[in-house]
């Protein structure tokens, strides 16, 4: 057998993506994201609705309606809900056994409520995780 015959071992592109905007720094473009500004530069707003997020940033001009969170952020918020809910509801079982319909009236009105409250820092995390990552849907253009 000779070189000629193995096929050429593919290698994956580990060149840095580019971006059309600045990336972020982790830590800032998280913290940003969260608090529902603009991950590339911290002044605009990401969201244009409650998880809409703004075609552009009104400050710098970032193309943020481009990033494509889809799923990530629902599935990010029920793994910290989860996490931050069940050792609670686990511990109160062992400690009162309370009945199941008391379990009921208080965690799920609290899980819904912090479902609710956490998805849009997390969806904004989520875009400025991408802007970091340099996921910026420069591949979606038709
Ligand atoms: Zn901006």
Redesign the pocket.
């Known amino acids: 057998m000779t070189s000629s015959d193995t096929p050429a071992t593919w290698a994956p592109d580990r060149a840095a993506p580019s971006a059309p905007?600045p990336r972020p720094g982790l830590r800032e473009g998280l913290w940003r994201g969260a608090r529902g500004?603009?991950?590339?530069?911290?002044?605009?707003q990401?969201f244009r609705g409650f998880l809409r997020v703004a075609e552009?940033?009104?400050?710098?001009?970032?193309p943020?309606g481009r990033l494509r969170a889809d799923d990530a952020p629902p599935y990010f918020t029920i793994f910290l809900v989860g996490h931050l809910v069940v050792p609670p509801i686990l511990m109160v079982e062992r400690l009162y056994t309370p009945p199941m319909w008391l379990h009921m009236a208080v965690w799920l009105p609290m899980i819904a409520v912090l479902t609710t409250l956490l998805l849009r820092p997390v969806k904004g995390a989520t875009l400025g995780l991408m802007c970091r990552l340099g996921i910026t849907g420069e591949d979606q253009k038709a």
């Not at 500004?37 to 605009?44: A, D, L, T």
């Open positions: 905007w500004r603009c991950p590339v530069c911290g002044e605009g990401a552009a940033c009104g400050h710098c001009g970032a943020l």
